[in-house]
């Protein structure tokens, strides 16, 4: 069967493939009816290309339709072979002045604060870089999808509109010239006939609506072949269709990944191929399964040719786009095809019947023409207007369709308004031709019905589905937004017409939204559901800036602004009419004064807080007064009309509304306002109401109210935010209100009132008020929430005291109002607000009880103040001929009059200022008794002559006298008694000293002994040369360690028969260092970890945390652990940060993540040391007894297998070496409690550096406790070297400590595990260096990772000295052990050094050292054959040698040190000179390393030979293999670009890996090693372990073992992975010029690497701290828990 449906396939290939292009096009030329012969070529071929089985074969179908299908419609066109034609084309045409790069979703776009006309004017990459504009205040975003560059508008930008690239095609020549011109005539004829067929029949097809037949499409023979398709909405989630799916048509999750991730891209998939029954059963099971909970999944069951021709028509209309690129005239021709009408009329044309048809196409269609219309109809300038034109008059029913439309608006057409709508001219011709305003804002209020019986909106409860359609209906708001957002210079009479005409509608609108929502005060019981308030007021909401927008229009023209502000008031009264219903007047009086308002209870009657129409009336009227119309034309206004009792009635009822609700009075659950305090409630009431008065004073900082500009009002909010505290750029930003192009105008003005600060390395920068700006701070400043305005006092407060100031602030001098609101500073001098004040003081001084408030007093004395600076600015401005008519002195110092004869408010003031329970007020009453004599000598000086200076301001200058000498004996007092008790103290502490000497005595002591042994060189050591290993060793007194448990506080010394101490410790396996990380990992049960090869391809690290517990607290403590997290799990099934399966636990002091613990031992060889007698062998013969000892452990061994009798008589067979004794068993000098540690840990290290389960019997146990060691050792030397600190003296002290201890417990392991297996492991390790004929086939000696040897050899060495009886010490044999180890470091070093005889300035010196590594090197090219490069310069060979071998000697000290606990010397502990010669003593070493050669080269000749012989060697000598060289380079993250718009870019130009180039949507980088992977997506989940993973956390398995750090692009975090539940998300390296990150790219300011937090990060890797760091975060931050990191 298989074979036969391979052979038809090709069958059908080859009839196609017969097809010639060339053959068609002529007999398309020479037809009368061209779209007849075309349909039925298509007909026939279009299904015999497309839809041919289940799945679809994109390759073939596009090679097979460029063939047959497109190919002759290109030779038509062209009239020749495309190849040609086409290229021609190109070069006839002048290539568009216009970018129109469409963006992909994730494309960095950029637009400039500076000079674009709107913040939707964006540039695509390229041409930004080669702008003006990268040198102005950019921003970047990253695309949604869909929009294009604007580069080459030049109504999109202020200047700079073309970038390098376009500015060459801008010609001299008119711009209006016709592009057709550039095309022969006859090409342009056929261009017509094939655009409109090709065009029309995309259109017909993707139209279509029958699902079993073809639009005049019709084939000879009909299959019964169909598709089950289904189609993308924006209801059902990802998971409900692969379940769905998987039950519909059974197939494997993977396969229904692949669907559901198809259907969302595309926005349709066929899930089904097979006859119409076959199909339809699938289609059933599907709508079934999915219309329980919403309305169903979209599916149709779909004839296979319908599926074809679609299929090809999307392809038509992809090509079409493509050909008109190449020329211009082509472009014109295709926009008149599309834009002409049909035979029916109006909305006939290709492109109104696409655009209306738009709801009803499925996504992946929808992006194809909506591509085309970008690349035609929006790139040709004459037909962008025409079918802005076609936009508009279909604008209702293209929104209306979009409504019911369950795609997104960034998938429907209705999207491309943004396109038309932002182009000024497109704009201002929209709304004079087609009245586009008005229509905007008619489509709005049809979609919103719902009326109550005044006509206003009404809003019922909003559910899910209002929710969706209200957020539709508010798109239509961003379209009036577009309208707006670029403003006329000259008005037309039209456009005055049509403005105002929209005006109206939009009156129409506010009028409906005045006064909607009312609300009434509930008292007595409780609300249960709270009145719908969200849809009002998100409303509210979004129109406020374009009530904005509209002002600025209005101020452009003064008719406009005239007529504007008629109508509006026109509108307000009638929204006021029936206001007074039935009210009777009520008349009021006070001080003597009266008048007549009508009784309105806001606590009882209905209120509402909307209130449009009167906020844009006052604004217009701001406006009359900025633009001055009002003082120009002032009978043209009918401001005599206005009754401004009426104007503010609704205003002020909402205002005590919000007092209300300050004053608690509409809490929800109406009794507690029922017992509440009427008092506090009054006042309350009162403090607003004072409030209410200093705003309407005190705000004059809007242009129009006061003198003042735009930057005034901008300074003002700055000081006032940073009064509160230094704040970000960011905070600042968000915290200034915002115009329409979401400028706040901040940068111009931030440097004259505050100074930057820089961040460090955590933190962000910060702006500081400048000092002397605070004199203009305004504590009732009327942006500040309560909170703020108590923060600023405080931090004001504060402030003057740091200064030495007094307290007290005053309100700031005040720009003068402009002339229309002059009078308002009146209310200040009147006599109501002259009595209140007064009533307000007199209580203050009665203080009587609680009928006041000092807050009611604190805004008294601040209106005072007010009016105090308003007269004194008054006299000051005074000129000649003006009286001044603000006499606020005058009439605070008049008494009351009879009968009452209350005191004047001044007298009262100053009776305040000696008021015991106003000391907080005290200062500001001073300061205003101060500034009423400053105007009192005003006023005398401007009316008469100077007079002598008053008496009052004598008695105000003794007061302060009196008041600084006060303050001074206070605080002579206080000094005093400070002192006195700072005696008393230290007496006391002397006298308890005394009291307790000889305790002090010992603490002295154990200060002493406890430093650590680096700083331990007692005086006998310090002169000698400090040794670190063998015979001469340096012996140093072992100080007595006294620690203490820190879960029981006990303190115990560490010995080895006591109870075990342990360290909380981490195990991990680690790639920091790793040279190859592409090397699979072999299978775990089987792999021998014996030899460390030196790609270091994977380690172990362990680290600590440094804090010490008894063995057995921390055994209970763990258990406690596990056994909670066994009664969590029950409960609450989430993860904790840590893993207590895995062993894992949080240090009980530190909450560091630990996975187990390291036993703390004295020193270790200390015990195994036996005497020295003899005389110590040198390396040969210490080589030919250790090679006896392991040939007679072999034979043993072999014996043992054989035969179990007669033991004994066999050893004394075997010529055994002096003093060995191979059946002498050594006692384990650990107690039982250190043993089961030493187990522990050991264990552990298996387990994780192995990923196998615990068995402490492998003997493959203490192999990975040596290599933990030695990497852990390599790690650190790396940190230390890059970082350029010397080796010794500079870790911290948890480093430091865990070092010696794991050290040590290596040291001490083998006394815990099977000695034979230890010894077995010597030999096969020693037998890499010294062959013997037992073992072979072992690495060669460039696959073996030295540094890991030496510390197993050194390691394992005990195990078969212990039954050594010679005298033979073991510090000779570690030495032993060195040398030759160092040895063949050395001949590997020669092997694989690269050593280019560059023309570095080389010294011939040719000193012994020189010539003796230049000897040996030629010893080298005999045994490897002269296969190595002739080298003569000793010079390089020394050079490269000592470079070469540092590391493994650096290493190697710090190995000794902590094995041996010698001091290092104080040379090393510095980076001085000599560190390589300093470093050889220490390790007693030879300072010329060859020296080791020519003592012992009888034997190491013969090693020398062997180790070149093997066969590895050879191949690596002839370049038919790689080899590490040394010394190995430090590994870093990758180098990141300096410019984060780079990475941006390289993102969106990646593909996802799966899913057949498509972009990926969480594009991440791998900082290790620079792979990009997509991340968070089904497409790329991969199974790890059983489990599904994402993309990062498989990376982090093949990577870092585990480990990972990335860079999410798109949101510019760095995250962080440990293993599949663990992970955090961390401050990126990039920051804007404020010094702040901008995670999720929010704010889109330039960024730029920080070099200094790049490498905090890396060294948090290089330290193995990645997981750490995620353990504090998790901990910190529970949410982060919750996360499946796995699927990132």
Not at 11 to 26: G, M, P, W, Y
Not at 594 to 608: F, M
Not at 667 to 696: A, C, K, P
Not at 1416 to 1424: A, G, P, W
Request: hydrophobic share 35%; with cysteine; glycine share 6%.
């Amino acid at each position: 069967m298989a074979a036969d449906l391979e052979s038809e396939v090709q069958a059908i290939d080859k009839s196609l493939l017969e097809c010639s292009a060339e053959e068609i096009a002529v007999k398309w030329l020479q037809a009368n009816d061209l779209q007849k012969e075309v349909y039925q070529h298509l007909a026939y071929y279009v299904p015999k290309i497309y839809c041919r089985g289940p799945n679809p074969a994109p390759q073939r179908e596009d090679m097979l339709a460029q063939h047959v299908l497109l190919g002759p419609m290109e030779w038509y066109l062209c009239g020749e072979d495309p190849a040609f034609g086409f290229p021609k084309l190109e070069q006839a045409n002048r290539p568009s002045h216009l970018c129109g790069r469409v963006f992909k979703v994730g494309e960095p776009t950029y637009s400039c604060r500076d000079c674009a006309v709107d913040p939707t004017c964006v540039l695509c990459m390229e041409c930004f870089l080669g702008s003006i504009h990268r040198e102005h205040r950019y921003r970047m975003t990253t695309s949604g999808g869909g929009g294009f560059c604007d580069c080459g508008d030049t109504e999109a930008w202020k200047e700079g509109p073309y970038c390098q690239k376009h500015e060459l095609n801008t010609s001299e020549t008119a711009e209006e010239e016709d592009p057709l011109v550039h095309l022969p005539e006859d090409m342009v004829a056929r261009a017509y006939n094939i655009f409109a067929i090709a065009f029309k029949y995309a259109v017909d097809i993707l139209t279509w609506e029958k699902e079993n037949e073809l639009p005049g499409l019709e084939m000879i023979e009909k299959s019964d072949t169909y598709y089950c398709m289904l189609f993308n909405d924006e209801v059902h989630t990802y998971e409900q269709v692969i379940y769905t799916l998987q039950k519909a048509v059974n197939c494997t999750q993977k396969e229904a990944i692949g669907f559901a991730t198809t259907v969302d891209r595309d926005g349709r998939r066929s899930v089904r191929y097979g006859d119409f029954q076959y199909c339809d059963q699938a289609k059933s099971v599907i709508v079934r399964n999915t219309s329980r909970q919403t309305k169903p999944l979209k599916v149709q069951v779909m004839h296979s040719s319908i599926v074809a021709h679609q299929s090809f028509g999307l392809k038509l209309l992809t090509w079409l786009g493509s050909v008109i690129g190449y020329s211009d005239g082509l472009r014109r021709i295709l926009c008149q095809v599309g834009l002409q009408e049909g035979p029916d009329g109006e909305n006939s044309s290709l492109v109104d019947k696409l655009m209306l048809y738009d709801s009803k196409l499925w996504k992946g269609a929808r992006n194809v023409y909506h591509q085309l219309f970008m690349s035609s109809l929006l790139m040709d300038l004459k037909y962008k207007k025409l079918f802005a034109i076609r936009f508009a008059r279909n604008y209702e029913r293209l929104q209306s369709d979009f409504m019911k439309d369950d795609h997104d608006r960034e998938f429907s057409i209705a999207d491309l308004s943004i396109q038309i709508f932002t182009v000024p001219s497109l704009a201002r011709m929209l709304i004079t031709e087609e009245n586009l305003m008005t229509t905007i804002i008619k489509t709005f209020m049809d979609h919103l019905r719902h009326r109550d019986i005044q006509g206003r909106f009404q809003f019922e409860r909003y559910t899910a589905l209002q929710a969706f359609k209200f957020r539709r209906v508010q798109s239509l708001i961003l379209d009036l937004k577009y309208v707006l957002i670029s403003k006329p210079t000259e008005w037309s009479d039209d456009l005055r017409r049509k403005f105002l005409e929209g005006f109206d509608a939009f009156l129409e609108l506010l009028k409906c939204m005045q006064g909607m929502d009312p609300i009434t005060r509930q008292v007595g019981q409780h609300i249960e559901m709270e009145p719908e308030w969200e849809a009002a007021f998100t409303l509210q909401m979004k129109l406020t800036l374009v009530i904005s927008m509209m002002q600025d229009w209005c101020a452009l023209d003064e008719k406009v602004l005239i007529e504007a502000y008629k109508k509006c008031l026109t509108v307000l009264m009638q929204c006021h009419s029936g206001f007074t219903d039935g009210e009777q007047p009520i008349v009021l009086s006070m001080c003597g004064h009266s008048v007549e308002t009508i009784r309105y209870c806001v606590s009882q009657e209905k209120v509402s807080i909307h209130l449009p129409v009167s906020r844009l009336l006052a604004g217009l009227h701001v406006l009359l007064s900025k633009t001055e119309v009002a003082y120009k034309f002032p009978e043209l206004l009918p401001l005599s009309e206005l009754s401004p009792p009426m104007l503010i009635e609704h205003p002020l009822r909402c205002l005590v509304l919000c007092a209300q609700v300050h004053a608690g009075m509409w809490r929800r659950n109406g009794f507690s306002l029922v017992n509440q305090d009427v008092v506090q409630q009054n006042n309350t009431l009162i403090e607003e109401m004072l409030y209410l008065i200093i705003m309407i004073v005190g705000e004059r900082f809007s242009p129009g109210i006061g003198q003042v500009n735009a930057t005034d009002e901008i300074k003002r909010e700055i000081i006032h935010q940073l009064s509160i505290r230094p704040m970000a750029h960011s905070e600042l930003v968000k915290a200034l209100p915002e115009d329409e192009n979401r400028e706040t105008g901040m940068e111009s003005v931030i440097e004259e009132v505050a100074c930057f600060k820089k961040p460090g390395l955590t933190g962000r920068g910060l702006y500081e008020l400048k000092p002397e700006c605070a004199k203009n701070f305004n504590l009732y400043f009327y942006h500040f929430s309560r909170a703020e305005q108590s923060k600023a006092e405080e931090a004001q407060r504060k402030l003057r005291r740091q200064n030495r100031e007094d307290t007290a602030l005053p309100p700031p001098a005040l720009p003068p109002f402009c002339p229309l609101f002059a009078s308002l500073v009146n209310i200040l001098q009147s006599d109501v607000m002259l009595c209140i004040m007064g009533t307000i003081l007199q209580w203050a001084v009665e203080h009587n009880g609680y009928a006041w408030s000092e807050s009611m007093l604190q805004r008294v004395l601040h209106l005072i103040g007010m009016a105090l600076q308003e007269e004194k600015q008054h006299l000051e401005n005074l000129s000649e001929e003006n009286v001044v008519t603000f006499t606020f002195t005058q009439k605070i110092s008049k008494p009351g009059e009879a009968p009452s004869n209350s005191p004047s408010i001044l007298a009262m003031l100053e009776t305040l200022q000696n008021a015991p329970h106003l000391e907080v007020h005290k200062d500001m009453i001073r300061w205003i008794l101060k500034t009423f004599n400053t105007i009192k000598k005003l006023r005398e000086s401007s009316s008469s002559s100077p007079v002598a200076e008053t008496e009052g301001n004598i008695m105000e200058e003794s007061s302060r006298d009196k008041d600084k000498a006060e303050r001074k004996r206070k605080a002579e007092i206080a000094r005093l008694r400070r002192e006195k008790i700072m005696a008393q103290m230290s007496e006391m502490q002397r006298h308890f000293i005394n009291e307790n000497k000889e305790l002090f005595q010992q603490t002295l002591e154990e200060l002493d002994t406890s430093t650590s042994g680096v700083h331990e060189n007692s005086p006998v050591i310090s002169d000698a040369k400090l040794t670190a290993l063998g015979p001469e060793q340096t012996r140093v007194a072992e100080p007595r360690q006294v620690v203490m448990c820190i879960l029981c506080q006990e303190e115990q010394e560490v010995k080895v028969d006591s109870r075990a101490m342990v360290l909380a410790a981490f195990i991990q396996r680690s790639t920091v260092l790793s040279k190859n990380r592409n090397k699979i990992t072999p299978d775990p049960e089987k792999y021998d970890p014996l030899f460390m090869h030196p790609d270091l391809a994977c380690g172990t690290h362990t680290g600590s945390c440094g804090h010490i517990m008894h063995a057995h607290c921390w055994q209970r403590y763990f258990d406690a652990v596990q056994a909670k997290e066994q009664r969590r799990q029950q409960r609450l099934r989430v993860h904790t940060s840590y893993d207590v399966e895995n062993g894992e636990f949080l240090c009980p002091l530190c909450e560091c993540l630990s996975n187990t613990v390291i036993p703390l031992l004295p020193p270790p060889r200390v015990l195994f040391n036996r005497l020295d007698f003899s005389g110590q062998p040198n390396l040969t013969q210490w080589i030919k007894t250790v090679s006896q000892q392991v040939k007679a452990l072999h034979l043993l061994q072999n014996e043992d297998c054989a035969s179990h009798s007669g033991h004994s008589e066999k050893m004394d067979q075997l010529q055994l070496p002096e003093g060995f004794r191979p059946d002498f068993k050594l006692k384990n000098p650990y107690s039982e409690s250190i043993k089961e540690m030493l187990t522990t840990f050991g264990t552990a290290t298996y387990k994780v550096g192995l990923k196998v389960h615990p068995n402490e019997e492998d003997p493959r146990v203490p192999i990975m406790c040596w290599g933990s060691c030695a990497y852990t050792i390599q790690t650190i030397e790396r940190l230390l070297a890059d970082e350029d600190k010397p080796l010794f003296g500079h870790l911290p002290c948890r480093q430091d400590d865990c070092l010696t201890s794991l050290t040590r417990f290596a040291a001490a392991h083998w006394t815990v595990s099977s000695l034979s297996a230890v010894q077995g492991h010597f030999c096969t390790l020693l037998a890499s260096l010294v062959p013997n004929e037992k073992n072979g086939n072992l690495p060669c000696i460039l696959d073996i990772d030295m540094f890991h040897l030496l510390v197993s050899l050194v390691l394992s060495f005990p195990a078969i000295h212990c039954q050594d009886f010679s005298g033979v010490s073991l510090g000779t044999g570690d030495l032993h052990l060195f040398h030759l180890v160092t040895m063949a470091h050395i001949i590997q070093i020669l092997l694989t050094s690269s050593t280019e005889e560059n023309g570095m300035d080389q010294e011939n010196t040719n000193s012994e050292e020189e010539v003796a590594v230049l000897t040996l090197y030629k010893f080298l090219c005999q045994c490897t054959g002269s296969a190595l490069k002739e080298i003569s310069s000793g010079w390089h060979l020394c050079r490269n040698l000592k470079a070469g071998i540092m590391p493994f000697l650096r290493c190697s000290a710090l190995f000794f040190h902590y094995l041996n606990g010698v001091p290092a010397p104080s040379e090393i502990q510095v980076n001085g000179a000599n560190q390589f010669e300093h470093l050889c003593s220490y390790l007693s070493l030879p300072n010329n390393l060859t020296c080791l050669f020519q003592e012992n080269s009888e034997i190491l000749n013969t090693l020398i030979e062997s180790w070149c012989s093997n066969n590895e060697v050879k191949r690596y000598l002839e370049g038919k293999r790689h080899a590490i060289s040394y010394a190995r380079e430090s590994n870093k993250l990758i180098d990141l670009p300096d410019d984060y718009s780079c990475l941006i870019n390289q993102a969106s130009n990646f593909s996802c890996p799966k899913s057949g180039g498509d972009k990926s949507r969480a594009p991440t980088l791998c900082l290790v090693c620079g792979t990009m992977l997509c991340s968070q997506s089904y497409c790329c989940q991969t199974e790890l372990e059983g489990e599904d993973v994402g993309a990062c956390t498989a990376h982090t398995y093949t990577c870092g073992s585990g480990v990972g750090i990335f860079l999410r692009v798109r949101e510019c975090q760095v995250l962080f992975l440990a293993g599949k539940t663990k992970g955090c998300f961390y401050p990126p390296p990039y920051l804007d010029d404020y010094g702040e990150t901008d995670q999720g790219l929010r704010r889109g300011n330039p960024l730029h690497l920080c070099k200094e937090r790049f490498k905090k990060i890396q060294k948090l890797w290089q330290q193995h701290s990645i997981t750490e760091e995620i353990g504090h975060a998790q901990e910190a931050n529970q949410t982060l828990v919750g996360i499946d990191w796995q699927h990132l």
